[in-house]
C-alpha cells in the first residue's frame, strides 16, 4: 500500500517515515543513469570515524589493485555485486522536477508521495583488512643505496641527476600501498636511515666498515660493547671521517640503547644482529663446509661474545653432501612477504621441510584473520611417520 501524502517530503527524506510494511512510490529522476564513477562503501563501524573525519586515503598505481589505508592499517578493496535492487535516491533540493509535475498532475488538493532514483546500484565495494604491501619499497630503495664515495648530500636539491633512484617520505607513499605506521615500520625494518629528505639503504660493505671501525676502537680506547657511549663514539668516528648521521645509524642497527635517562645516550652491542652481520658477510661467498664456517666465525666475532647455530635462524641453511655438511646463506629478508609467493620459494629451495627449519622462514608472516597453523594448512601437506616423530611439510 501506499503512504498517506507527505506535504514537501521528496527525494531521501521521504523514505525515513516509511513504516516496516508499508510502501511507496518511485519514478525515474530526470538525471538518472549509470554514474560509473560512484560507487557504494560498505564500513565497518569503527572505521566511520576515520571515513567520516577525511583521515583515509587510497593508495596504488594504476596498474595495481587500489587499496584503502587508515593511519594504521591497510585495506583491500572488493566489489561485491547484489542480486536485489538497489535504488539511490537524492536529497529532497534535487527533486524540484517531481513536485512540479505531480502537482500539475494531481486532480486532489493532496500531492502524491514519489522518491526520484537517480542509480540502480548493482553492488558494493567492501573492505578486507590485509597485510601491507612492503615488498616493493626494498626494491626502490635498493636502487641507489647509500656509498662510501658518494659526494656531499647537500647538493641534491640543485642536482636534478643526483635525486634519480633517491625516494622522500611523499615519493615513499605515492608508490607503497601500506599506512603511514606501517610504512615506518617497514623503513625500520629494512635499517633505513633518512638523509637530507631521503629515505635511503646504506651500502653493505660500508656498514660492515662502520661496524669494523667501532669495534676496533673500542679495544683502542677499552670501550665496554656493553656500555658504548654515543656522544663518545661518535665523536671518534668524525675524527676517522665518517658521518656522524651514519655511525648513530650504526648504533641503532647492531645496538640497543640501554639508558634514555642520561644527558648521554649509552648503548648495548645486540650480539644477535652482530653474530648474523658476520655470518652474511662469510657467506657472501657461497656455501662453505660447517666447520670452516664455524672457524672462521668464531675469529670474527668481537670478545665477549659466544657465536651458536641458533643466532642464524632464518638466516643460513645446512644440507648433507656425502658425509660433510655444508651451510650457505638463505635469509627470510630476501624473501616476499605475500604467503603464496614466499612458500613457492621456500618449497623451491627444499621439497620438504622439518618444522624446526621451516618455522623461522614463516613466523614473520602476517595476513590478518589467519593464524600460522591457517597458513600451514593452505599453503602446505604435513606427512608424519609416526606419533613420535617430527612433522614434514611439503607443497600443497
Known amino acids: 500500500m501506499e503512504l498517506p501524502p507527505q506535504l514537501g517530503s521528496r527525494g531521501a527524506e521521504a ?30 563501524e569503527k572505521l566511520l570515524p576515520d571515513v567520516l573525519n577525511e583521515r583515509v586515503v587510497l593508495r596504488g598505481q594504476p596498474d595495481e589493485d587500489a587499496v584503502l589505508c587508515t593511519q594504521s592499517k591497510t585495506y583491500a578493496m572488493k ?26 498532475d494531481s486532480n486532489s488538493d493532496e500531492e502524491k508521495v514519489v522518491v526520484p532514483v537517480l542509480k540502480v546500484v548493482s553492488g558494493n565495494m567492501e573492505l578486507i583488512e590485509t597485510a601491507p604491501r612492503l615488498d616493493k619499497l626494498k626494491s626502490l630503495l635498493s636502487e641507489k643505496p647509500y656509498k662510501l664515495e658518494e659526494d656531499d648530500m647537500g647538493n641534491l636539491e640543485e642536482n636534478q641527476e643526483s635525486r634519480i633512484g633517491l625516494y622522500n617520505w611523499n615519493d615513499l607513499v605515492d608508490n607503497i600501498q601500506a599506512s603511514d605506521e606501517e610504512l615506518l615500520s617497514g623503513l625500520q625494518a629494512l635499517s633505513a636511515l633518512e638523509i637530507y629528505g631521503y629515505w635511503r639503504l646504506v651500502d653493505g660493505s660500508y656498514m660492515d666498515m ?19 657511549n654515543e656522544d663518545e663514539v661518535v665523536s671518534t668516528l668524525e675524527s676517522d671521517g665518517f658521518p656522524g648521521v651514519l655511525a648513530r645509524h650504526c648504533l641503532n642497527v647492531y645496538g640497543n640503547r640501554v639508558n634514555e635517562c642520561m644527558p648521554s645516550l649509552v648503548w648495548k652491542l645486540d650480539e644477535k644482529r652482530v653474530c648474523i652481520h658476520f655470518a652474511r658477510d662469510i657467506l657472501k661467498g657461497g656455501k662453505r663446509k660447517l666447520e670452516s664456517f664455524m672457524d672462521e666465525w668464531r675469529q670474527k666475532i668481537p670478545d665477549g661474545m659466544q657465536p651458536t647455530f641458533d643466532l642464524v635462524e632464518g638466516e643460513v641453511l645446512t644440507e648433507k653432501i656425502g658425509v660433510e655438511t655444508w651451510v650457505h646463506a638463505f635469509s627470510v629478508a630476501s624473501l616476499p612477504s605475500t604467503p603464496a609467493e614466499r612458500f613457492s620459494i ?19 608472516l602476517k595476513l590478518p584473520g589467519l593464524s600460522s597453523e591457517g597458513l600451514l594448512l593452505k599453503y ?17
Do not use: C
Open 15 to 44: 523514505l525515513k517515515h516509511i513504516a516496516p510494511g508499508s510502501s511507496i512510490s518511485v519514478a525515474y529522476h530526470p538525471s538518472f543513469g549509470p554514474y560509473e564513477d560512484l560507487l557504494f562503501l560498505e564500513l565497518d
Open 79 to 104: 566489489f561485491v555485486g547484489t542480486s536485489n535492487s538497489v535504488l539511490l535516491v537524492p536529497p529532497a533540493n534535487h527533486s524540484e522536477y517531481y513536485e512540479n509535475q505531480l502537482k500539475n
Open 210 to 228: 662502520i661496524l669494523g671501525m667501532i669495534l676496533k676502537n673500542a679495544v683502542l680506547n677499552d670501550w665496554s660493547l656493553n656500555a658504548l
Open 346 to 364: 621456500l618449497f623451491r629451495e627444499r621439497p620438504k621441510w622439518e618444522w624446526k627449519d621451516l618455522q623461522p622462514y614463516i613466523r614473520d
Open 380 to 396: 602446505t601437506r604435513r606427512t608424519q611417520p609416526s606419533a613420535d616423530a617430527e612433522p614434514v611439510f611439503s607443497a600443497r
